[in-house]
């Protein structure tokens, strides 16, 4: 799903605010115009379909708790979304890298596994793009927004690995980003 238009973003708006005064009907307009955007996060973050469905299950529990507390004045609903399902995912990511650390045997298991087909078939052209974007970056800008938005490293844990200051990490993230967004708009 694309919001491509300030009206659809409105209309995004005016659902979560509904779904924060407990509108169920609100809460499943919501859900039909945006779980598959949020799915795709989930998936590209988690690749397993199976955890994905689990985590956006839980961003939707999530967003029927805490829609109140969503304010259109600070960010639009599907940016709002997508940060809680993105998070989620993060969550997962670490307690998925807490258990490899926790247990040999699972660090083995996935470093034998091959790569899905589905692996092999993410060169669309927006992956490609993306790619493209990436590559332009600095290297180690580069490898830092990969490990802060694919296996969800903190800033400190990257400053600590790339051995630099936090601010001069979150600079880079920053600028990294800047560039990146930059180059997709082309």
Not at 41 to 47: E, Q
Not at 73 to 82: F, G, K, N, Y
Not at 101 to 118: F, G, H, T, Y
Not at 146 to 171: Q, W
Request: aromatic share 6%; charged share 30%; net charge neutral.
């Amino acid at each position: 799903m694309s919001i491509a238009s300030p009206a659809e973003r409105d209309q995004l708006n005016q659902l979560l605010i509904q779904t924060g005064r407990n509108d169920q009907r609100a809460f499943a307009e919501l859900y039909n115009r945006t779980s598959a955007k949020l799915f795709g996060v989930c998936l590209r973050m988690l690749r397993d379909r199976g955890e994905a469905e689990e985590v956006l299950q839980e961003t939707y529990t999530t967003v029927w708790r805490r829609a109140a507390a969503f304010d259109a004045a600070r960010a639009s609903a599907i940016t709002w979304l997508i940060t809680l399902s993105r998070n989620k995912a993060i969550d997962r990511l670490r307690q998925r890298r807490e258990e490899i650390l926790d247990d040999p045997s699972v660090l083995d298991a996935i470093v034998d596994e091959r790569p899905a087909p589905a692996t092999d078939a993410q060169t669309s052209q927006e992956h490609l793009h993306l790619q493209n974007c990436l590559d332009e970056l600095e290297p180690q800008q580069r490898d830092s927004v990969r490990e802060a938005f694919f296996t969800g490293a903190t800033y400190n844990e990257l400053a600590v690995r790339c051995k630099v200051p936090l601010g001069t990490m979150k600079s880079w993230i920053r600028r990294s980003l800047i560039q990146l967004r930059t180059c997709l708009d082309q």
